[in-house]
């Protein structure tokens, strides 16, 4: 499985970005993986942002309650990140990730993830 994110760019503080992340090669089981979205700032460890789940529970960094949306759409094998109301700290490397799982539990640390994409860049501007 590879993916592939997009929709990055730079923005003003308070406005919105929504960011893809798209699997292609063997994804018919894209619907048993969860998914989680990272962040990768100047001079901090990779954070987790969002993740979701098989069954669609999904998990937040409390950074970003409240103002970002994770969500999937297993039959375009996608998942997105909807970003609302940004600041000047969410400029990041932005990347995704997916985790086969035979359960529904979501995972949100960087170690639970083997799979990755490249990372798009979120700049917010002050």
């Known amino acids: 499985v590879q993916l592939q994110a997009s929709g990055g760019g730079l923005v003003q503080a308070g406005g919105s970005l929504t960011l893809s992340c798209a699997a292609s090669?063997?994804?018919?089981?894209?619907?048993?993986?969860?998914m989680g979205w990272f962040r990768h700032a100047p001079g901090k460890e990779r954070d987790s942002v969002a993740a979701?789940?098989?069954?669609?529970?999904?998990y937040y960094a409390d950074s970003v309650k409240g103002r970002f949306t994770i969500s999937r759409d297993n039959a375009k094998k996608t998942v997105f990140l909807q970003m609302d109301s940004l600041k000047p700290e969410d400029t990041a490397v932005y990347y995704c990730?997916?985790?086969?799982?035979?359960?529904?539990?979501?995972?949100?640390?960087?170690?639970?993830?083997?799979?990755w994409g490249q990372g798009t860049q979120v700049t917010v501007s002050s």
């Open positions: 979701i789940g098989r069954s669609g529970d999904t």
């Open positions: 090669g063997r994804t018919y089981t894209f619907s048993r993986y969860c």
């Open positions: 990730a997916a985790r086969p799982s035979i359960v529904t539990a979501i995972y949100y640390s960087v170690s639970d993830y083997g799979l």
